[in-house]
């Protein structure tokens, strides 16, 4: 069992920068997969990052490639985002979540934290 917990959100200008975190307790987190989503308003869930459990292989969406960071620490079982160069789009409520890799899905999932980027 993991448990997750993000930070780091807020409002910001269009143009810079904010950094998640996402802080895990429990077992097993160095060897899952760690994933960052993202929910506008009146849209659906989407990937915006993830990074491998030995941070050797890193995924981006193609809307925040560039632009954004995954990085993992795992001794200290945190998990974060660097966003660059923010746009309104970039708006959303962020959630962090963990996958075993003998899985399919990400079966862990923090409660997200807010992220607002003004024009």
């Known amino acids: 069992q993991v448990q997750l917990v993000e930070s780091g959100g807020g409002l910001v200008q269009a143009g810079g920068s904010l950094r998640l975190s996402c802080a895990a307790s429990?077992?097993?987190?160095?060897?899952?997969?760690m994933g960052w989503f993202r929910q506008a308003p009146g849209k659906e869930r989407e990937f915006v990052a993830a990074?491998?459990?030995?941070?050797?292989?890193?995924y981006y969406a193609d809307s925040v490639k560039g632009r954004f960071t995954i990085s993992r620490d795992n001794a200290k079982k945190t998990v974060y985002l660097q966003m660059n160069s923010l746009k309104p789009e970039d708006t959303a409520v962020y959630y962090c979540?963990?996958?075993?890799?003998?899985?399919?899905?990400?079966?862990?999932w923090g409660q997200g934290t807010r992220v607002t980027v003004s024009s």
């Open positions: 979540a963990a996958k075993d890799d003998r899985f399919r899905y990400y079966g862990y």
């Open positions: 429990g077992r097993g987190f160095s060897s899952y997969t």
């Open positions: 990074v491998s459990w030995s941070a050797g292989i890193t």
